[in-house]
């Protein structure tokens, strides 16, 4: 390690445990040429500290974001103080390949970086030291657990056979969107619907032939709304659709859509081709719900009057 010119003997013990320890140690004039480079800097960029020695540091390591540290140093050495950045702020100062084994799906080594002010014999602070933690494993665990509550928290929101939000999740957005309309008297519709004559599908064909027409359902459904509507699967072979800013007659055109759609398409299954309907309530979002499974309730019953009436229809009550 380049310590310059270290003054006596009892400095060697100190300089050698600073070369040994397992943290990035460098000591940067103001003008960032490099003044020391420990052991762990050596061993994670295979640039030794005589090769590096009052070099500047930016030219040796282009990757490094210059105005960036430029400012945070010039801050250290003005104010005296330390500064600190850990790596959810930046992953990383100096690009190391990650080497540890336990945290080997992570590219490059994550750091926490702290800089120092270093004063001269003048008390004048002319030098400044970096110290660089590689936080890999921690950050690697941290992030793993961030990715599978993500995970958790789509799972826990989802209809597994049709990715479409699951009863409760979509409920509650029905219970948000009727709260909107008491307070702001935004209109919304909501549109109920159901596979006409789905037991026949599964007696004839099979549950897991009943599972696809669910799937292609789904489907046609997502393809002819709004990436602001919300579909759900709301129990077996019954959606909900919440259509915010739309009128009854809005909704109905779009119903039409995803009617004749499913009227007019085959889905293939290894027991054979099904063809299928379905039926749709819908209801607009006026004075008279007094709670959102009220409003739930209208949408049912224009769906129980499109049975009814002959199924393969769309009833607005
Ligand atoms: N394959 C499959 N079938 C399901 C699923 N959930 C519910 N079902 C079936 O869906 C059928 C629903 O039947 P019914 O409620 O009698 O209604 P329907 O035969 O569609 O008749 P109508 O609604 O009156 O037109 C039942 O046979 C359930 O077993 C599922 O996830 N997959």
């Not at 090769?51 to 490094?64: A, C, G, H, S, T």
């Not at 950045?85 to 750091?111: A, C, D, H, V």
């Not at 699967?233 to 739309?246: K, N, S």
């Not at 499913?262 to 749709?280: A, C, H, L, P, Q």
């Amino acid at each position: 390690m380049a310590f310059k010119n270290p003054q006596t003997d009892s400095f060697h013990w100190l300089v050698d445990m600073l070369e040994t320890v397992e943290v990035g140690l460098v000591v940067l004039d103001l003008d960032f040429r490099v003044q020391a480079w420990n052991g762990f800097m050596e061993n994670h960029s295979g640039i030794t500290s005589s090769q590096i020695n009052d070099r500047v540091l930016f030219e040796v390591f282009p990757d490094i974001p210059e105005g960036w540290l430029t400012r945070k140093v010039d801050a250290v050495a003005m104010l005296n103080t330390r500064a600190f950045t850990s790596w959810e702020q930046r992953p990383y100062l100096f690009k190391f390949r990650n080497t540890r084994p336990i945290t080997g799906t992570e590219e490059y080594m994550f750091q926490n970086l702290t800089i120092s002010p270093l004063s001269g014999p003048t008390g004048e602070v002319d030098r400044v030291c970096l110290l660089v933690y590689d936080v890999t494993e921690f950050a690697s665990s941290k992030r793993a657990l961030e990715r599978a509550n993500d995970k958790l928290a789509t799972l826990s929101i989802t209809d597994r056979l049709t990715g479409l939000l699951n009863r409760g999740a979509w409920e509650n957005l029905v219970d948000a969107e009727y709260e909107r309309f008491r307070r702001y008297g935004q209109s919304a519709t909501l549109v109920m619907f159901d596979i006409d004559h789905f037991k026949k599908v599964n007696d004839t064909h099979g549950h897991l032939a009943g599972d696809e027409v669910i799937r292609h359902t789904a489907q046609v459904t997502l393809s002819n709304i709004r990436q602001t509507d919300s579909a759900g699967r709301y129990g077996g072979e019954e959606f909900g659709v919440i259509l915010p800013e739309t009128d009854a007659e809005g909704a109905r055109i779009i119903c039409e859509r995803i009617r004749t759609a499913i009227e007019e398409s085959t889905v293939k299954t290894t027991t054979g081709d099904i063809r299928y309907t379905i039926s749709v309530g819908i209801s607009q979002l006026e004075e008279g719900p007094e709670n959102y499974m009220q409003w739930l309730q209208k949408a049912d019953e224009g769906l129980y009057e499109a049975k009814e009436g002959g199924r393969n229809r769309v009833v607005v009550v």
